[in-house]
């Protein structure tokens, strides 16, 4: 760990109890944010979180950052103020960080609309595009996308009273990649698929990178998939739940640790099943803007079985296909696509992968992330996207409040010189 820090984890007794020891605290520890962890460290931390002293394990952290940074303006003694305030608040730091470069949010920041109506010739075209795309097309997209799904429910209700066994499992398949393929037409969709079908086979998995939902319905236009997605509200939970289950589709509520364990076991059983439909997994577990990919979870390369990368590259010269799930809803990112001239997009099917011979898993998603990256143009980052739903202040108020009192304290020192001597010799 590049940290000044140092844990170190060890059995103290029979109930598993953890002693800790820091050591080098001081300033390294007060800004955590600029700090460069490897994949390993994180994994730790992950596995650390997960076990059962993980509260004894978070209260000991806590501590130690209010105590490295106590012990730290206890050493400097009464100086300079402005040195003090600049070299002791560590929200200065990560804010003054986050605006020189915050690598993070760029992962998930959507592309702006480049204007071109800024003169007297090219304001008359625009007007007229605008028009067209919002007056003409939209209409009809929205027209045909109901009628397909019309068409897709009532032959869903009707395979399921006359078909049965297999049969009914191929015309539910078809059912389903006819619905997709309604969805990419409603778009205007042209996209190229580069690479060999998928087909059913025992024994392996098929990941790719993740920018919306819609990414579900592109491959799926392509070939039937059986995806591990996040439950959500509404129309679209009733489509999975009611639709898609048939499949093989798994959902889960990413905040339920239960829910992923439950997942992670059926995942495996559908894996190695012969006839079950392909699964596809995006290990991101979240919407990337498709500039970047961010750190693959190893779920998908635990399961001993081969993997099948698919790179999937959006072109923004009509519309951004990022969803951003923290701006607008599924469905009013449905009708951007739709009001948009057309969704361009490439798919690449890469070559099976497995496992070498003294690979981790960890390894093994980091090769198969630089896969994908290098073939869709993207920049990897050092990144776990769960962290775009990480509120520190949400999650740990204590630490931010204790963190303020040594601020405030050091302060104090100089707006009452005795008072922090006072409070020194404490």
Not at 346 to 356: N, S, W
């Given at each position: 760990m590049s940290a000044s820090v140092r844990f170190q984890e060890r059995q103290a007794d029979g109930n598993g109890a953890l002693q800790r020891t820091t050591s080098g605290l001081g300033y390294g520890l007060r800004s955590l944010k600029n700090k460069t962890f490897s994949r390993g460290d994180l994994t730790t931390f992950e596995e650390l979180h997960k076990g059962?002293?993980?509260?004894?394990?978070?209260?000991?952290?806590?501590e130690a950052v209010v105590t490295a940074e106590r012990e730290a303006c206890a050493a400097l003694g009464a100086g300079n103020v402005v040195r003090d305030v600049l070299d002791i608040a560590s929200p200065l730091n990560d804010a003054a960080a986050?605006?020189?470069?915050?690598?993070?949010?760029?992962?998930?920041?959507?592309?702006?609309?480049?204007p071109w109506n800024w003169n007297a010739y090219l304001f008359p075209m625009w007007v007229l595009g605008v028009a067209v795309r919002n007056l003409l097309l939209f209409p009809l997209r929205l027209i045909m996308l109901l009628l397909g799904a019309l068409i897709f429910i009532a032959g869903y209700a009707l395979v399921g009273l006359v078909l049965k066994g297999q049969r009914l499992k191929r015309a539910e398949r078809w059912l389903v990649q006819f619905l997709?393929?309604?969805?990419?037409?409603?778009?205007?969709?042209?996209?190229?698929?580069?690479?060999?079908?998928?087909?059913?086979q025992a024994g392996r998995v098929w990941v790719a990178n993740h920018s919306s939902m819609i990414d579900f319905a592109v491959l799926g236009a392509y070939s039937p998939f059986a995806a591990i997605m996040q439950l959500h509200p509404g129309w679209?939970?009733?489509?999975?739940?009611?639709?898609l289950s048939s499949l093989?589709?798994?959902?889960?509520?990413r905040t339920q640790a239960q829910d992923r364990t439950l997942v992670a076991r059926r995942m495996k059983e559908h894996v190695h099943s012969a006839d079950s439909t392909p699964l596809l997994i995006f290990p991101e577990g979240t919407c990337v803007n498709n500039e970047y990919c961010v750190m693959f979870k190893r779920g998908a390369f635990d399961l001993d079985a081969t993997v099948c990368p698919i790179a999937i590259k959006y072109n923004k010269i009509f519309v951004d296909a990022f969803w951003n799930s923290k701006c607008q809803s599924f469905s009013a990112h449905l009708v951007k696509l739709m009001r948009s001239w057309a969704l361009v997009c490439?798919?690449?099917?890469?070559?099976?992968?497995?496992?070498?011979t003294g690979e981790t898993s960890q390894q093994f998603a980091e090769r198969v992330q630089r896969m994908i990256a290098d073939k869709a143009r993207l920049?990897?980052?050092?990144?776990?996207?769960?962290?775009?739903?990480?509120?520190?202040?949400?999650?740990?108020?204590?630490l931010i409040e204790k963190q303020r009192r040594v601020f405030s304290d050091a302060i104090k020192q100089h707006a009452d010189p005795a008072s922090g001597g006072e409070r020194r010799r404490g």
């Open positions: 059962p002293n993980s509260a004894e394990m978070q209260r000991a952290i806590d986050a605006i020189v470069d915050d690598s993070f949010l760029r992962c998930f920041k959507s592309c702006l609309d480049d997709c393929q309604m969805f990419v037409v409603s778009w205007t969709g042209v996209i190229k698929y580069h690479g060999p079908r998928p087909v059913p679209v939970g009733v489509l999975q739940k009611r639709y093989g589709c798994l959902w889960f509520n490439d798919v690449y099917f890469l070559e099976p992968q497995t496992r070498r920049r990897v980052a050092p990144w776990d996207g769960y962290l775009k739903y990480y509120n520190l202040g949400e999650k740990h108020p204590d």
